[in-house]
């Protein structure tokens, strides 16, 4: 259903992505698994174009995009609106109540009308467990809290997919459990998630399949029980073994 290959990217004189391939099905959860600095947040950001690969191809349902002949604004933008972002630090509106950080794009870029926003705003707040939050500040939540909001936020278009970079690493292991808790919901629901984590145990809980990236390319991939258990390659079982 999303499908990625040959991305390279490159950043001043460092290639950061060395021709990597990819494929999500629809309806499956795949981890991103890797040391720091191997590429993973680089390739979250090209999916949704945060960063414009210098070349490869990135198909997604019926639209084809091949970085190597150019792309246009309208082609950045529709993507956008099809794939759904949730960084490690959250990254909320800190001057806009909880609910309104959930509406915004939906006003503002999508141009919905206000009440149909505030509603599905409601919807996602309920489905995250904090409809009580819905006119608080960020300020005023725990991280894992904030990070809920985060989800919902990134879930109100009704995207494709749903990145998350690093979502539980700036959580203290006790909140981290209710992010997790919500990306496992989701997941059951059949929400299409591309995860890039540190987290073997969320890796494990919640991906159907997992990629090993290291220096900008793909060592292995798998189903998670055969990368977790049997890995093929010395130097995921090397990696993985550091983890656990
Ligand atoms: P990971 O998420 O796996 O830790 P990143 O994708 O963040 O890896 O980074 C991969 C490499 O690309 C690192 O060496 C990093 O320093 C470099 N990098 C990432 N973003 C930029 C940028 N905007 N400018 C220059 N170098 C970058
Ligand atoms: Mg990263």
Redesign the pocket.
Known sequence: MIRLSGIEKQ??N?L?LKGVGLKLEAGTVTALI??????????LRCVNLLERPDAGQLVLEESELDFAHGISRAQVLALRQQTGMVFQSFQLFPHMTVLENVTEGLVTVLKWPKERALTRGRELLDKVGLSHKADSVPATLSGGQQQRVAIARALAPSPKVLLCDEPTSALDPELALEVVAVLRQLAREGTTMLI?THDLRLAAQIAQQVIF?EAGEVVEEGSAHQMFTAPRRARTLAYISTLT
Request: charged share 5%; proline share 6%; net charge positive.
């Open positions: 950043f001043a460092q950061v890797g040391p720091s600095g191997s590429g993973k947040s680089t390739l890039a990236l």
